[in-house]
């Protein structure tokens, strides 16, 4: 099961800190990612994280957005800096397995960016 919290209303140029707590099997997750859904619009990549600690970004957070986790307290942050009002979406944090055989998805947390 993942949780996802930190959403809120932050004016142009400013940072949140969204978090993903994942409890149950999360021996079977691999890679933690967090997509984003703005109105009308498909659900897109943001961001990953390996169990490895490897990380990867859209071309829209690079240089904005860090990815990054606590292993002991099973959560997955995602740290957003610079915030633009084309970011406003609801994002929402996945965990899933190399096979695919485990793909669980977090309720989505809004960050609504406006002046």
């Known amino acids: 099961q993942l949780q996802a919290f930190g959403g809120g209303v932050v004016q142009p140029g400013g940072s949140l800190r969204l978090a993903c707590a994942a409890s149950?099997?999360?021996?079977?997750?691999?890679?933690m990612r967090w997509y984003k859904q703005a109105p009308g619009k498909q659900r897109e990549y943001v961001a990953s994280i390996t169990s490895g600690g490897t990380t990867g970004y859209a071309d829209s957070a690079k240089g904005r957005f860090t990815i990054s986790r606590d292993n002991a307290k099973n959560t997955v942050f995602l740290q957003m800096d610079s915030l633009k009002s084309e970011d406003t979406a609801v994002y929402y944090c996945?965990?899933?397995?190399?096979?695919?055989?485990?793909?669980?998805w977090g309720q989505g947390t809004l960050v609504t960016v406006s002046s």
């Open positions: 149950g099997r999360i021996s079977s997750i691999n890679v």
């Open positions: 996945n965990g899933a397995s190399w096979s695919g055989r485990y793909d669980y």
